[in-house]
């Protein structure tokens, strides 16, 4: 019931700040308060790590770095409006990222749980994995958005290039269907 009632003030927070229209564009999302880390900038080394994916099973990224170009998005929370427009917008362009040949994958603190029931009701073909202690959300410098008292995990997506370094980032907190748009339109243009 707890968990209910905190998912439907989340929504309605969202649905909120959509009619009183805040509109979060890039340039004022990089504007947010600072936390602790500095988001990770082009050229710098992806910070390596593992976590559980939708299935239970460990996902470590070094084992994909140098074979594929890693797009990593990171969203605040699994099902809630503008999370699923960004999840369905990657999974609408997903061939053309194995075009690219990159790998999608979406990271947030929510359970594999969850993140199972996500991707099996959105048709996702992508790998989420769950940092329940924002970890590696931490490590890559993603910043939180502050809603009055409350804060969430930011929106950000990175691509790690074969050399295992950021070779792009966007960031814009209410527009999660920009992301797939702007990765791809980098993507393309190399």
């Known amino acids: 019931m707890k968990t209910n009632l905190k998912s439907k003030l989340w929504t309605g927070l969202i649905v ?3 009619f009183v229209g805040l509109n979060v564009n890039q340039a004022a999302a990089q504007d947010v308060a600072p936390t602790e880390t500095t988001t990770l900038k082009q050229g710098e080394k992806a910070p390596d790590f593992t976590l559980m994916d939708q299935n239970g099973k460990p996902f470590k990224l070094a084992k994909y770095l140098g074979k594929k170009k890693v797009v990593i998005f990171f969203y605040p929370k699994d099902e809630s409006p503008v999370c699923t427009k960004e999840a369905c917008a ?54 939180e958005q502050a809603f009055g008292e409350m804060k969430v995990s930011g929106r950000e997506t990175f691509v790690i290039g074969l050399d295992g370094n950021v070779a792009y980032s966007f960031r814009d907190f ?17």
């Open 90 to 143: 990657f999974r609408d362009a997903y061939a053309k990222y194995n075009d690219a040949n990159a790998l999608v994958i979406g990271i947030n603190n929510g359970t594999v749980a969850s993140h199972k029931a996500f991707a099996t009701k959105e048709h996702l073909p992508f790998t989420l994995l769950s940092d329940p202690e924002n970890k590696v959300l931490n490590s890559y410098g993603v910043k």
């Open 174 to 190: 209410m527009k999660g269907d920009e992301h797939s748009k702007q990765v791809l339109s980098y993507l393309t243009s190399k």
């Open 16 to 18: 909120l700040t959509a």
